[in-house]
């Protein structure tokens, strides 16, 4: 039954009952509600299925969003876990080049300390040698000195003989001391002497 059944019925006339202009208004009315309540109804569910289709793809949106919220967990998951795992190996590889840094400083502190060392050894031998070779020297300069000394006193001492013989000549005292000043070389010049002894003869062999 539709708007237009209701609105097209007709009825049989009776000489006691309703009016058939108000019954046929009335029903026109009704028909009009029907069509009204159809194109409402229509109208909903067209509403209806348009809502459905949104329900539908919210929730496939939401099952997208949430498989979305999985992945990302499970990423987010996995990247902390490679970020842990990169900062340990990091941080293990930091403390094994420190290490290796700090060994290799150790080793060449202790080469610098050996090479120090034994520069040092070489430098204390070279100053023990030179200090014996200065006392060496210091002894062959003093056995020099007292060497000199010996020679210079004895010189000193011809020559006082040969002055005190030619102050107070007394024959062969002053050939004696004519002769130990030449055996000196120093002092009197030996011709010069010479030619004195040979004067003395002289004067010997005139008397």
Known sequence: MNAETIAG????????GWNPDEVHAYLRILAEDLVAMTDENAALRTEILRLEDQLVQSREVEGKVRGMLTEMKSASKKMVGQAEASAAAMSYKIEQERKAVRDHAKREAAVIIRDAERRAERLLMKGNARLDALKEQIELLETKKLALIT??????????DFLSALEHPRGG???SALTRSTRTREGIDAEAVDEIIERLDQRESEL
């Open 9 to 16: 019925k007709t009825f049989s006339t009776v000489k006691k």
């Open 151 to 160: 020679r210079i006193k004895s010189i000193l001492r011809s020559q006082v």
């Open 173 to 175: 005292s002053l050939r």
